[in-house]
């Protein structure tokens, strides 16, 4: 139930392109995805996906300088990019007449690259910068980033997509250079062009630019990512200047189109979704423990990935107690299905989430590139209708099979 | 924009744009009051937020369930001039969310224990948010710059004020300011007029009541012959919080247009601007740099914020001064200039893109007596800016002799 139209054509090198018309505001967008995220880094290169994101704004054969920012800038567009662990994406929002700026400028990043040696250098300092400022000057990221890392013993999602100080000072131009011939051609991307267009008019711009550059002479690298058993809980204790201790509970949980995703993002609305849910109810009304909780799933990762409950605390005295509660909060729903209006709860939630995401043209052309990330954007309507087909009964066997002690990585952020 | 105006005989305003294209209305109103109206720090910000804590007929706990079972939102937000409130909800659930909100702004009942209850976790973040550098930073800077005055304090107050506030204070503060003649609605959505009239303009013209008048008194700003510099030590940090600024301008302040077109080019276009192409692009010391200013009701700050490895902190701040002189001593290029226009200009529909931000942005320009043709007129007031506005307001405003320099870094940043 899309209140716009969605159309898709893919071009003879493997480029998808995904159109979706929206008539209701003078703004378009245009975003090209690369299907590389930190999840594909080789060993010892953590923050490569994201160096090379950086390095994409330091000009390409027919656009040399620093002049992409500034050229979308001047035609009255914002421009902008982020990496994540399983993909890349690079946008712009402008006024519909300028899309052809959009167009020729991505073409020539994603064929022409320079990737110079002073701009590497330069680059790798800001993105050190970036690290002291978002994670080691950060407590609470940081503590996130060290649950992550010790959740996963194996598998790549345990690696910062910003990646460690020593991997990022260690990454050479070479390294680059090879990761955007390995990962960045037309047969491992596709493009998103949302808003006030004609796909008609649009669609032959697009090929005259991208059409003619090549596919990756063999197919992008994908690893073999596996995570062994996990034995007993895992446990980290990160001491730094903050004055609300923090708890963190990260369970591992599989991906959609795994259903088992579903249940859980059901489960995440009744725990810990909204002043209503159980977690809050407990914690922050009734025992006056912590100041906030909330729970947070990812069904749309590449691969399973974590299901976090996260609590600040008044009192550094109280962690136990707080993970006790939250633990018979678990067992509450083991023990006992919940009720049909705390499901019907979540689904009116699931239902009006799905309809403001439409609100905003670039928010709801993110939500279906993720889609297409899993394999195809079609996938989200049937993604909707699955999870109104959740049962109170999906819920409680969810949590019966993923919310236990050997499952279990925590994370305790304390005052120092 | 073709969105129409009512206005009810209690005064209240009514702004409506009907769009069917998605079944969702969003209903923002704008309140007179803020941290300017205050008998005490964080009364306003208490008030917009104790709204939803109970209600002649329902309780916090029934509030806080029909929220999340109609799966609306009730935004509070609180601006140094005015409170705002954004219902979000969907065409079918469009009755009840409309019940609810109009509840809690017109018959809120401020239960006691409910308001124990928010001091404590408003002590607890506040308390929190003073362990970040940026927060710190900005706290002590609007300090300096407005003393006493109201703009001078976080919106959210201070944790050790917390104590003195009672039940009463809220009270007097919403009885005084919370009424119908100085509110602006507005009413984005799958929502037709004749709905509109009978769900929304119906029920608010009911409601009676006058405002207090509001106390406006400018900021009296201190005189500064040199820097006035202020170093906050904090170890545990690898970078350097820089906040550097000075006094700014109001909203009415007939050179608002030319600071817009100058702050874009000194520091507020992003990577482009002149001091992210400087010290981020050229010198790679800094991840994030920015200037911005506040257009409020009354004068505002004008700032500069960096973040960047301790070590490199006066080379940084002697970057930032050499800016502002340039900027001040030789204006700006025409090419700067043309650039900075088209951005303006070409980017204004971005700040309206969705019904939701159209919904908060119609009352504001209500507000600051922006006229209902601004979107139209916007445009124009950019387009007529030249170079020589430019370097006047620069003369004007650019304080780089005597600014406010507030440092929050580990004690190896400042030699």
Request: proline residues 5%.
């Amino acid at each position: 139930m899309a209140f716009c139209e969605v159309k898709e054509k893919v071009l003879k090198n493997g480029l998808k392109i995904i159109f979706i018309e929206d008539h209701s505001s003078p703004v378009s967008t245009f975003q090209v995805w690369y299907k590389v995220g930190s999840m594909d880094e080789p060993e010892g290169k953590s923050g490569i996906s994201h160096l090379l994101e950086h390095l994409m704004f330091r000009g390409s054969r027919n656009y040399p300088g620093n002049v992409f920012s500034k050229i979308i800038q001047s035609q009255g567009g914002i421009d902008n990019a982020f990496t994540t662990k399983d993909y890349t994406v690079y946008f712009q929002k402008l006024s519909p007449s300028k899309i052809q700026t959009s167009i020729s400028l991505e073409a020539d990043r994603m064929a022409n690259l320079l990737l110079l040696p002073e701009d590497f250098e330069l680059e790798k300092k800001i993105v050190l910068e970036e690290r002291r400022q978002r994670y080691d000057d950060d407590p609470e990221s940081l503590m996130f980033e060290e649950v992550i890392s010790v959740a996963f013993k194996n598998h790549s999602y345990r690696k910062p997509v910003i990646g460690w100080i020593e991997d990022i000072q260690s990454i050479t131009l070479d390294d680059v250079k090879n990761y955007y011939h390995e990962y960045y051609c037309p047969n491992n991307a596709f493009i998103i062009v949302a808003g006030d267009i004609k796909q008609k008019e649009v669609i032959g711009q697009i090929k005259e630019k991208f059409e003619n550059i090549p596919s990756c002479k063999i197919n992008p690298p994908r690893k073999n990512l596996y995570e062994p058993e996990q034995y007993g809980e895992r446990r980290v204790i990160l001491k730094k200047q903050t004055h609300l201790p923090m708890l963190v509970m990260a369970y591992k949980v599989p991906a959609y189109p795994q259903k088992d995703s579903l249940s859980l993002e059901v489960l995440s609305t009744i725990m810990g979704e909204g002043k209503s849910s159980r977690l809050y109810r407990k914690l922050v009304i009734e025992k006056a423990l912590v100041v906030d909780v909330s729970t947070g799933n990812s069904p749309l990762s590449r691969d399973g990935f974590l299901f976090f409950i996260v609590a600040s605390l008044k009192d550094v005295e109280k962690i136990d107690e707080v993970r006790k509660i939250i633990e018979e909060e678990i067992d509450r729903i083991k023990n006992e299905q919940p009720s049909e209006k705390e499901i019907e709860k979540a689904k009116n939630q699931v239902e009006a989430s799905f309809l403001f995401n439409q609100d905003s043209v670039f928010g709801y052309a993110l939500y279906l590139g993720r889609f297409e990330i899993l394999g195809d954007w079609k996938m989200i309507d049937r993604y909707r209708e699955e999870i109104i087909k959740v049962q109170s009964e999906d819920v409680q066997n969810v949590t019966k099979k993923y919310f236990n002690f050997n499952n279990l990585s925590i994370g305790v952020l304390l005052p120092r | 924009m073709d969105f129409k105006t009512f206005q009810l005989q209690n005064g209240t305003k009514i702004k409506y744009l009907q769009r069917e294209n998605i079944p969702i209305v969003y209903v923002s109103v704008l309140i007179p009051a803020s941290v300017l109206d205050e008998s005490k720090p964080s009364v306003a910000y208490l008030t917009a937020h104790m709204l939803t804590h109970g209600t002649q007929r329902l309780t916090a706990r029934q509030i806080e369930e029909e929220i999340d079972f109609l799966a609306i939102s009730i935004e509070k937000n609180i601006t140094h001039d005015y409170t705002m409130l954004t219902l979000s909800t969907t065409k079918r659930h469009l009755n009840e969310a409309l019940n609810l909100f109009l509840d809690i702004l017109m018959h809120p009942s401020f239960p006691e224990d409910e308001l124990k209850k928010e001091i404590s976790i408003l002590e607890k973040s506040l308390k929190q948010m003073e362990e970040d550098p940026s927060f710190i930073a900005h706290k002590t800077f609007l300090k300096q710059l407005f003393g006493q005055h109201p703009y001078g304090r976080p919106i959210e107050g201070e944790p050790e004020k917390l104590k003195d506030i009672t039940r009463q204070d809220i009270i007097n503060f919403y009885e005084n300011l919370y009424k119908p003649d100085g509110m602006i609605f507005s009413v984005v959505g799958d929502i037709k007029e004749d709905e509109l009239k009978e769900l929304i303009n119906k029920p608010i013209a009911k409601w009676n009541g006058n405002r207090k008048e509001r106390n406006l008194n400018p900021p009296v700003f201190s005189k500064r012959t040199e820097p006035n510099k202020i170093f906050i030590k904090r170890d545990d940090l690898t970078q350097s919080t820089i906040v550097l600024g000075f006094e700014g301008i109001s909203r009415k302040d007939p050179d608002f247009y030319a600071v817009s077109v100058m702050n874009y080019i000194l520091g507020g276009g992003g990577l482009t601007s002149r001091l992210a192409k400087y010290i981020r692009e050229e010198h790679g010391l800094a991840y994030s740099i920015y200037s911005t200013f506040n257009p409020y009701l009354l004068p505002g700050p004008f700032y500069v914020e960096v973040k960047t490895k301790a070590e490199n902190t006066d080379n940084v701040v002697g970057m930032i001064v050499k800016e502002l002189k340039k900027m001040r001593e030789n204006g700006v290029t025409d090419e700067e200039l043309k650039e900075a226009k088209a951005f303006l200009i070409g980017s204004f529909p971005l700040r309206i893109d969705t019904m939701k931000k159209i919904s908060e942005f119609l009352p504001v320009i209500e507000f600051y007596n922006l006229g209902d043709d601004y979107i139209k007129k916007y445009p124009e007031y950019i387009e007529k800016i030249t170079a020589k506005d430019i370097k006047k307001v620069a003369d004007r405003l650019l304080n780089s002799s005597s600014y406010i320099l507030v440092i929050v870094a580990p004690s190896n940043a400042v030699k």
